[in-house]
């Protein structure tokens, strides 16, 4: 068990183009390990609330309008600390952590995980904030679906990388 997956629960970071799926993969590793999930974009939002002074409930009605005051305010932070995004969401108490957006941002946080996870979202093409690819992902889970047969298939994908990295399933 490596320092990072210290108590048994695996850092994991799921990437992948915006609207892929990774919040909800990232959710299924969360209820896997007995962990908790965080979006970076969650985390942004919530800093943006705090420091603007616009309420949360605001912020979250308003994200798309909002979209492009919340990529700066992400970009302002990130270049003092590219990770300071997945810092934030594992101090948060995330053991997985979704949404990572540039190469830069990614690399600087890399240390910080145990494994990558790409959402692979068939017919999905690279929002204007994406700039990742499925070349930073270690391994690749597939969403091609939606409701609970597509849950049972990612949820399976998922079982099956814990059990290659030889962790636990506490769900």
């Known amino acids: 068990m490596s320092r990072k997956t210290e108590g048994g629960k695996p850092k994991i970071a799921v990437i992948g183009f915006t609207g892929a799926g990774k919040t909800t993969v990232a ?8 962990g908790k999930a ?8 919530h800093h943006y609330a705090t420091t603007s002074g616009i309420p949360l409930a605001q912020v979250k009605a308003e994200k798309h309008a909002l979209r ?3 990529y700066a305010h992400a970009a302002s932070l990130k270049s003092r600390d590219p990770a ?24 600087a946080a890399r240390c ?6 790409w959402v692979h979202r068939p017919g999905w093409h690279p929002g204007e904030t994406d ?15 939606t409701g609970d047969e597509w849950w049972g ?12 990295w030889e962790l636990e399933v506490v769900a």
């Open 27 to 34: 959710r299924i590793f969360a209820e896997l390990t007995g």
């Open 84 to 107: 300071f995004w997945g810092k934030r969401a594992m101090r948060r108490g995330a053991n997985v952590v979704a949404g990572f957006r540039d190469p830069y941002e990614f690399e």
């Open 68 to 70: 492009k005051k919340l």
């Open 38 to 45: 965080i979006d970076t974009s969650d985390v942004i939002m």
């Open 131 to 145: 700039h990742l690819d499925s070349g930073y992902g270690e391994v690749v889970v597939c969403n091609d679906g």
């Open 112 to 117: 910080l995980f145990d494994h990558v996870v």
């Open 153 to 164: 298939r990612v949820a399976e994908q998922c079982h099956s990388l814990l059990d290659k």
